[in-house]
């Protein structure tokens, strides 16, 4: 995308929590030159997914606009949601600009790359929770193979208790259970205990 075919600048500013002031965002955000009627806002959380005061911006959106905001951390919610929403406004021709992070400035070449590099240590965090959480599962798998179940004792009340009850015949299993809050795989592994 080249400069000189820049349109309007839209401007996004967020603050986490209702008690704090987005005054210091906003007035970095007019002095770079933006219409009133053009910033969006929103008080939430980064981690919240609703925020409609983005989503108004996201649709207001045209080619050749610039999205600006102040500081990075205030558009995505973690490091993949920045790089997938940045890679999305590319992919529709909307430059994108952060006035802390001077250096992010998709409208140019330098500033392209710089995302990129964003791009690729994004991947690679993914790659790294992909492998952890493989490795953790195949450790808890490893674990359960080996037996680590804790053993019953055979003097817990509850063991006592369901046999009596499972003996007395009164009782279905499936009143036996929620009466013992255990499941039936748990009623049943009671049972087999000498």
Same mark, same amino acid.
């Given at each position: 995308?080249? @400069? +000189? *075919?820049?349109?309007? %600048?839209?401007?996004?500013?967020?603050?986490?929590?209702? +008690? !704090? #002031?987005?005054?210091? !965002?906003? #007035?970095?955000?007019?002095?770079? =030159?933006?219409? @009133?009627?053009?910033?969006?806002? #929103? @008080?939430?959380? =980064? *981690? @919240? *997914?609703?925020?409609? =005061?983005? +989503?108004?911006? %996201? *649709?207001?959106? +045209?080619? =050749?606009?610039?999205?600006?905001?102040w500081p990075l951390d205030r558009l995505g919610r973690s490091m993949s949601h920045l790089v997938n929403l940045v890679q999305s406004l590319f992919e529709r021709k909307i430059g994108f600009r952060s006035l802390c992070d001077g250096a992010i400035d998709t409208t140019t070449a330098s500033g392209e790359l710089i995302f990129n590099i964003f791009s690729a240590m994004a991947q690679f965090e993914r790659r790294l929770i992909q492998e952890r959480t493989r490795a953790g599962l195949n450790a808890a798998r490893a674990r359960v193979r080996k037996g680590d179940r804790p053993p019953l004792n055979p003097n817990d009340p509850r063991i006592i208790s369901a046999k009596k009850l499972h003996q007395d015949k009164t009782l279905s299993i499936n009143e036996i259970c929620s009466t013992l809050k255990v499941s039936r795989a748990s009623f049943y592994r009671f049972l087999k205990e000498k």
């Open positions: 995308m080249k @400069k +000189e *075919t820049l349109g309007r %600048l839209i401007r996004y500013a967020r603050v986490s929590i209702t +008690e !704090q #002031d987005l005054s210091l !965002q906003l #007035d970095a955000l007019k002095k770079a =030159g933006c219409k @009133k009627e053009l910033i969006f806002m #929103d @008080k939430a959380p =980064g *981690t @919240k *997914t609703d925020r409609p =005061g983005l +989503e108004k911006c %996201l *649709t207001i959106l +045209e080619p =050749g606009d610039t999205l600006l905001v």
